[in-house]
């Protein structure tokens, strides 16, 4: 059957070797990208009590029907009447089980022990009910804007900001690395509330406090979708990020986010600099008996933040008064004109500043001071969008290519990356060979000008 703008709807089972099977009710999994789920949650809003029983059901028939044992996972596609179809059965416990034990009170990686040590389940069915409401998002290091296009490279900040109900199991950490050899899912972040609303509220804050530095995630993406008014109003379906957030995959253009993250990346680095001082660390920088410019940092952005130290950790930044409440690298606490207080994540690395913000993040390179001349990249080069195997190579030198045509393909993530010339042309060298592993911004096929 073909149905159009279908949910995609599961039942968690459990089943022990004395012929009981229970189902511990649906998890809602319409929201995908690429047939891979972004966000899952429990209870789902389009099952009445009738039809979770007439799934449930259906979902147990099928396990005793084969004498299934152990936790398992029975999934349904269903169309906007109601109707269901079985699309097919996981024989193992899934990404998204935890929305499952907060609203259910179970522990299901006990559960699967405890039966397989051949003890009988300890409940039945009608023992089981759902408490509250549970939201899980899948952090993913990729990039939305660019076809979810994953990404890889150093975690410079892995910070998540404490709110109640909220768990995240992480497969990343500072200091570490999200590899191209893996799925680009970095971690799990799930929210438990007394119903939808409150765990999603609670799951927006945990993402806006959220700091991942280093590589591109979803995080600010994963936030907008939650306040979608439609997601708002449950009104899901599987083809729902594509009909309803095409033109939200990027990060919005925010002047205030800007500027917090460039003062808070100044104050930052000023703060630094003078904790490296040991000389007269208690004058005020810049300081001159007679009249003085304000200090500056300008940014390649074009940001430019002109402050003066007041003294009292009180600073003059673009004729507003700030105050630095705290500073506990990378972590800065900032009290705006408005009497705000603004909590700041600066790193430094690789020569950049990375910001993270209430407001989402930045990426800030400092202009320097006096520039020195740099190399122009090459010109008509196709470079490696991220690390990665050349699995094909399907032009030569020489050889004359039409616009779109496919020059190779790239493999990294599970995922295959294909290179197209954007326009009619000769290739003047193919730098790569297939099997060769390549880097980041390494030059795959340069054209003739």
Known sequence: KYLERPLHLEIQLLGDEHGAVVHLFER????????????????????TPESRAKMGAAAVEVAKAIGYTNAGTVEFIMDSEGRFYFSEMNTRLQVEHRVTELVVGVDLVELQLRIARGEPLPFKQEDLRQRGHAVQVRLYAEDPANGFMPSVGPV????????????????????GEVSMH???MAAKLIAWGEDR?????????????LSVQGVTTNRGFLAR????????????HTAFIEEKLGDALAEPVDAERTTLCAIGATLAQHL?????????????????NNRFMDQFAEYTSGTRVEYRALGDQKFLINGAQ?????????????????GLRQHVRVVAADGKLFVHSRLGGEVLVEKPRFPAPVDAAVKGGFMAPMPGKVVKVLVKDGEAVKSGQTLLV????????????????????????????VTAGQILVVMEE
């Open 28 to 47: 809602e999994c319409s929201i995908q990208r690429r047939h891979q789920k972004v966000v899952e949650e429990t209870p789902s809003m389009a099952l």
């Open 410 to 437: 790239l493999e990294a993530m599970k995922m295959e990356q294909t290179t197209r010339s954007p326009a009619d042309g000769v290739v003047k060298k193919v730098m790569v060979r297939e099997g060769d592993q």
């Open 322 to 338: 700030w105050q630095v409440l705290s500073w506990d690298a990378p972590a800065l606490t900032l009290v705006s004109p408005e």
């Open 197 to 209: 609303a409150d765990s999603s509220s609670r799951m927006v804050r945990a993402l806006q406090g």
């Open 182 to 184: 893996y799925d680009p």
């Open 272 to 288: 630094a600099r003078r904790e490296e001082d040991p000389y007269l660390p208690g004058v005020i920088t810049g300081f001159r």
């Open 156 to 175: 410079h900040d892995f910070h998540v900001h404490p709110v109640g109900g909220l768990l995240v199991d992480s497969g990343v950490e500072t200091g």
């Open 225 to 236: 979708l939650l306040r979608h008014p439609d997601y708002v109003a449950g009104k899901l």
